[in-house]
């Protein structure tokens, strides 16, 4: 019996040798094609990016014929018009000039010195219209061309263009022309392998309106456009995302494609030719055994013990969701591509699970004014109810009303549909369970239970609606109050905050301007983004033509302010930051402020001078949030604009109360100084904006942890807790990974333009130390 055990181990162990070389061989033919693969994709790489970036050359050159081609038309008959004529009726004129431009939408004339356009009335006018008649008064060369909301998300393609002499016209004639012309231009031209953007605005491609895109949805957007001559307009190339892990050297990947292909090839060759390796020809040592002797020595089958029936556990269906959407700070993707119903209804599912586990069964739930809000924020609803979870849906509010809710109905948890600032065709959610808001880890967390199908299911939770937004503006108006009535103008960008926050500043006391405040998720009129100068341009133009007190605007779902001043000064929220510091200080003395990494030198210095304690933090306003629960802060912000109040109110970052407590600071000032008096008292450098270096996904944090290395700085004090920060008496200096998108942030900031520049240089040389080819934005 024993003699019968070895035997049967030892051909046991003879048929996995025998298997080995099948394996091996299979392997390295496998291995081999993947390094041919790569090697392809590698070689093919440039010529890829050349192409997308001939056919951005080819697109930016077709559009600038198109609009040169349009200009000279319209000249043209301009300059027919009988001059004396054209000026005594410009009504008239405008009429002729329709006659002969049968392709023109309208045809408007205003006077040379455009003093009609400047007091008018910009939010009946049209503040896009007024920029533009306005930048031709002191444009240096031609006009610049450029497009025009129409409502029901259609543009035109307007000219602002000189009647007599350009230094000195009699008149100026605004043209609207359809803009079908130009995107049959611009979808005339392939984009290759890649995609191609049509913006609007600077030439950097990022943060300006999109208006036309092609190609392919997984190519990633270059940091700089094309400009397309004679217009305001750019052509962005979104470069294809090849999937290269090898080292990009087309020889090394050959080669390790040929020693994987010939190798492999090489075993499967012996396998059949090396005695005792071919498992065909294979002959064991024994006798096989004959019929008989099994029927003899078979022993009886033994009797299963028997056990009561269990029914078995349906099969988790097939997981489908991209775990790139599940961020740092909250989860977000395309919709309709990586975001869909079924993967909000799994993430209701996801929550609901972790909710159950600690106990917890009520939440909720709000919605953003993008299109894609009340699907998505019904199909969590019904992932969390198919948890056990009771939903109390609040509609279409800002995100900061929904954590109101939170606290409002004693639930501790809520979830906001939002896309904040980005894109209309993005959405995500922002979580919170049991006071905390879910961030890195725990974010992480509700994947890994998605794609395990560890999530609780047949629960049958209730469901309520109710209109949280009168309570929410009572708490605040009922506790904050402007001294004196200011009058601000309040950008909204088209976000859901039009929906409350002119009612909030307006309780208040302030008399209220509204700028883009109707909710519209296509965002017409510019990106709901403060923190991006370029979208408070129209803020400043209305501040200045209103001749109101102050400027504010909020971003996509209302966490985030931005200032302007009348003299159109952008206020950045560190500075802003020292205000409120103030203010809070001079009620709770002693108390902890957080500032994150981004802010400016200088705030240390007012929070100590103000009698509180500074404590810099890791940027992101889940990070922030749970730092002020661990050291009981009275107030935190960002550079972002998230502004958090503990003092009077409950902690989390609203933007929308950040305005009112500001106003009040600012209408309450005894000596009834001027915003821009009060903003004066809070020091300011020389300072750069947010600047960013685009890199492939985890490559910039590899890069920063080879940068935090390897970086020396002689004698500045050294931050290392989100990036590298290096401060010297006289200014100071910060790279950090971004924790949503794979991209360097960089800022720089010192007390003059030499300082800033030697800062600039000591960072330049270490980045390119780490990375010589390394491109920087500065």
């Known amino acids: 019996m024993a003699m019968d055990i070895a035997m049967e181990w030892r051909e046991r162990a003879s048929d996995w040798r025998r298997l080995l070389p099948l394996a091996g061989g299979t392997l390295l033919v496998v291995s081999g094609l993947f390094c041919a693969w790569q090697t392809w994709l590698i070689a093919d790489e440039g010529a890829a990016i050349e192409r997308v970036h001939r056919a951005q050359d080819q697109a930016a050159q077709s559009l600038a014929e198109e609009l040169t081609r349009e200009r000279h038309a319209l000249q043209q008959q301009l300059d027919a018009l009988d001059p004396a004529a054209a000026q005594a009726d410009h009504a008239y004129a405008a009429t002729v000039l329709r006659g002969k431009l049968p392709q023109t939408r309208a045809v408007e004339f205003y006077s040379g010195s455009l003093?009609?356009?400047?007091?008018?009335?910009?939010?009946?006018?049209?503040?896009?219209?007024?920029?533009?008649?306005?930048?031709?008064?002191?444009?240096?060369?031609?006009?610049?061309?450029?497009?025009?909301?129409?409502?029901?998300g259609e543009r035109s393609l307007s000219f602002v263009l000189p009647m007599g002499a350009r230094q000195r016209p009699s008149a100026w004639v605004l043209f609207e022309l359809p803009f079908a012309p130009l995107e049959e231009r611009f979808n005339a031209v392939p984009p290759g392998s890649g995609r191609l953007e049509l913006r609007q605005g600077d030439d950097r491609g990022r943060g300006d309106l999109?208006?036309?895109?092609?190609?392919?949805?997984?190519?990633?957007?270059?940091?700089?456009g094309k400009p397309v001559a004679g217009s305001n307009l750019s052509v962005v190339a979104a470069l294809p995302a090849a999937y290269i892990v090898l080292p990009k050297s087309w020889p090394l990947a050959a080669l390790l494609a040929l020693l994987g292909l010939g190798g492999g090839i090489y075993l499967l060759w012996l396998r059949g030719r090396v005695p005792g390796l071919n498992l065909g020809k294979h002959k064991t040592s024994y006798e096989e055994p004959i019929?008989?002797?099994?029927?003899?020595?078979?022993?009886?089958?033994?009797?299963?013990?028997?056990?009561?029936?269990?029914?078995?556990?349906?099969?988790?269906?097939?997981?489908?969701?991209?775990?790139?959407?599940?961020?740092?700070y909250d989860v977000r993707g395309i919709v309709g591509k990586s975001l869909t119903v079924d993967v909000a209804r799994l993430l209701g599912q996801s929550i609901g699970t972790v909710m159950r586990e600690k106990g917890l069964r009520e939440i909720v739930v709000g919605r953003d004014g993008r299109l894609s809000g009340p699907e998505l924020a019904g199909a969590l609803s019904d992932g969390l109810r198919e948890a056990g979870i009771d939903v109390i849906d609040v509609g279409?509010?800002?995100?900061?009303?929904?954590?109101?809710?939170?606290?409002r109905f004693n639930t501790g948890s809520g979830v906001a549909v939002t896309g904040s600032h980005n894109p209309p065709d993005y959405n995500g959610f922002k979580i919170v369970v049991g006071g905390e808001t879910l961030s890195e880890g725990a974010i992480q967390d509700l994947y890994r239970r998605i794609a395990a199908n560890e999530l609780e299911r047949g629960g049958k939770g209730s469901l309520r609606h109710i209109d949280v937004v009168p309570d929410y503006v009572e708490r605040i108006t009922s506790d904050v109050q402007a001294g004196r009535r200011m009058k601000v103008v309040v950008d909204?960008?088209?976000?859901?905050?039009?929906?409350?926050?002119?009612?909030?500043?307006?309780?208040?006391?302030?008399?209220?301007?509204?700028?883009?405040?109707?909710?519209?998720?296509?965002?017409?009129?510019?990106?709901?983004?403060?923190?991006?100068?370029?979208?408070?341009?129209?803020?400043?133009l209305a501040v200045k033509s209103t001749g109101a007190d102050l400027g504010?605007?909020?971003?996509?779902?209302?966490?985030?302010?931005?200032?302007?001043?009348?003299?159109?000064?952008?206020?950045?929220?560190?500075?802003?930051?020292?205000?409120?510091?103030?203010?809070?200080?001079?009620?709770?003395?002693?108390?902890?402020?957080?500032?994150?990494?981004?802010?400016t030198g200088h705030l240390k210095g007012q929070i100590l001078d103000a009698g509180g304690s500074p404590l810099m933090w890791r940027t992101g306003h889940s990070l922030i949030k749970s730092k002020m629960r661990e050291t009981g802060a009275e107030l935190a912000g960002e550079m972002s604009g998230h502004f958090f109040f503990k003092e009077r109110w409950y902690g989390f970052d609203d933007g929308i109360y950040a305005g009112a407590r500001l106003l009040e600071i600012l209408a309450g000032d005894l000596e009834e100084r001027t915003p821009e008096d009060i903003f004066a008292t809070c020091p300011k450098g020389v300072s750069t904006p947010e600047l960013k270096i685009e890199m492939?996904?985890?490559?910039?944090?590899?890069?920063?942890?080879?940068?935090?290395?390897?970086?020396?700085?002689?004698?500045?004090?050294?931050?290392?807790?989100?990036?590298?920060?290096?401060?010297?008496?006289?200014?100071?200096?910060?790279?950090?990974?971004?924790?949503?998108?794979?991209?360097?942030?960089?800022?720089?900031?010192?007390?003059?333009?030499?300082?800033?520049?030697?800062?600039?240089?000591?960072?330049?040389?270490?980045?390119?130390?780490?990375?010589?080819?390394?491109?920087?934005?500065?």
């Open 115 to 152: 003093d009609e356009v400047l007091h008018a009335n910009y939010r009946d006018f049209g503040y896009a219209r007024a920029a533009q008649l306005m930048a031709a008064q002191t444009a240096d060369g031609d006009t610049l061309a450029q497009t025009l909301p129409k409502g029901a």
């Open 210 to 224: 999109q208006l036309l895109a092609h190609g392919s949805a997984s190519a990633q957007s270059e940091a700089t």
């Open 291 to 328: 019929l008989s002797d099994l029927i003899d020595n078979t022993p009886e089958p033994a009797k299963p013990e028997a056990r009561p029936a269990k029914p078995a556990a349906p099969a988790p269906g097939p997981v489908t969701v991209d775990p790139t959407i599940f961020r740092a």
């Open 396 to 407: 279409a509010v800002p995100t900061p009303v929904v954590y109101y809710a939170a606290y």
């Open 492 to 540: 909204c960008g088209n976000g859901i905050p039009g929906a409350v926050a002119p009612q909030v500043l307006e309780g208040i006391g302030c008399e209220i301007i509204p700028l883009y405040c109707d909710v519209d998720g296509t965002f017409p009129n510019h990106h709901p983004d403060p923190s991006d100068p370029h979208n408070l341009e129209d803020l400043i």
């Open 552 to 599: 504010v605007a909020f971003d996509g779902d209302g966490d985030r302010l931005g200032v302007v001043t009348r003299t159109g000064e952008i206020i950045f929220p560190d500075r802003t930051l020292m205000l409120f510091a103030r203010d809070v200080l001079s009620r709770q003395p002693g108390a902890t402020i957080i500032y994150d990494v981004k802010c």
């Open 696 to 778: 492939q996904e985890g490559e910039h944090y590899k890069f920063i942890e080879k940068f935090r290395q390897s970086a020396t700085f002689g004698d500045a004090a050294l931050t290392t807790i989100d990036g590298v920060r290096a401060d010297w008496p006289d200014g100071w200096g910060l790279v950090r990974p971004s924790n949503t998108t794979p991209i360097l942030v960089l800022r720089f900031d010192a007390d003059n333009d030499a300082a800033l520049k030697r800062i600039q240089q000591v960072f330049r040389e270490q980045l390119h130390a780490v990375d010589p080819a390394l491109k920087l934005p500065f």
